[in-house]
């Protein structure tokens, strides 16, 4: 069965930086793109960003230039660092893998129980 766990949530003061990870159960290499995804108190879930399996990237206009996305393949471990966070960061942030196109629409049926990062001082 398909396990990705999600980690390296917290409390952080606005300015600082987060780095979550990922590690799935088996290789990663198996997905053609894998992502991470938000989901704030209310709000819908959203893809912050996409990285396909050559390394290309898209990201949520509001996190460019303050988030990276990167992957390990060794280590079945994709992580996102989170520089000059916000408080409307804070969220439950999800990692997937799959099509380009189901990452995209978020239309995996598992999702693990994601990690929280909240941002305030």
């Known amino acids: 069965q398909e396990q990705l766990v999600e980690s390296g949530g917290g409390l952080v003061q606005p300015g600082g930086s987060l780095r979550l990870s990922c590690a799935a159960s088996?290789?990663?290499?198996?997905?053609?793109?894998m992502g991470w995804y938000r989901q704030a108190p209310g709000k819908q879930r959203e893809l912050v960003v996409i990285?396909?399996?050559?390394?290309?990237?898209t990201y949520l206009d509001s996190v460019k230039g303050r988030f990276t996305i990167s992957r390990d393949n060794a280590k079945n471990t994709v992580y996102l660092q989170m520089n000059s966070l916000k408080p409307e960061d804070t969220a439950v942030y999800y990692c997937?893998?799959?099509?380009?196109?189901?990452?995209?629409?978020?239309?995996?049926?598992?999702w693990g129980k994601g990690t929280l990062v909240t941002v305030s001082s």
């Open positions: 997937n893998g799959g099509t380009y196109r189901s990452i995209w629409r978020g239309t995996m049926d598992y």
């Open positions: 088996r290789s990663i290499l198996r997905f053609p793109a």
């Open positions: 990285i396909t399996s050559d390394g290309s990237t």
